[in-house]
């Protein structure tokens, strides 16, 4: 089993910055991907930024690119998402998900195991 808890969500204006942490504990073999997915009222959840193996590769939605960075923490149970220059449409429930076996496709939130409970990001126009 994979704890994993968030914080750093809250409401800023468009243009504004946030930083999200997630944590991963209670785990036996440490997750080789951790990341961060969002869900928007009505819309499914989609993958926002995946870091995996360390860091040997990063998974990013093309709506993120540029503006969001994530990353891994000097003791490797903790991801960081850096999210600059954000925008109306970046509001949403964003989730840190987390798999130890090998993921087929990156992207597919179906593939993760492991969920943490939310935090809201709002962002006002």
């Known amino acids: 089993q994979v704890q994993l808890e968030e914080s750093g969500g809250g409401s800023v204006q468009a243009g504004g910055s946030l930083r999200l942490s997630c944590v991963a504990s209670?785990?036996?073999?440490?997750?080789?991907?951790m990341g961060w997915f969002r869900q928007a009222p009505g819309k499914e959840r989609e993958a926002v930024a995946i870091?995996?193996?360390?860091?040997?590769?990063?998974y990013y939605a093309d709506s993120v690119k540029g503006r969001f960075t994530i990353s891994q923490g000097g003791n490797k149970n903790t991801v960081y998402l850096q999210m600059n220059s954000l925008k109306p449409e970046d509001t949403a429930m964003y989730y840190c998900?987390?798999?130890?076996?090998?993921?087929?496709?990156?992207?597919?939130?179906?593939?993760?195991?492991?969920w943490g409970q939310g935090t809201q990001v709002t962002v006002s126009s």
């Open positions: 998900a987390a798999a130890i076996d090998w993921v087929r496709v990156i992207y597919a939130a179906n593939e993760y195991p492991y």
């Open positions: 209670r785990y036996t073999y440490r997750p080789n991907y």
């Open positions: 870091f995996y193996s360390d860091g040997v590769g990063t």
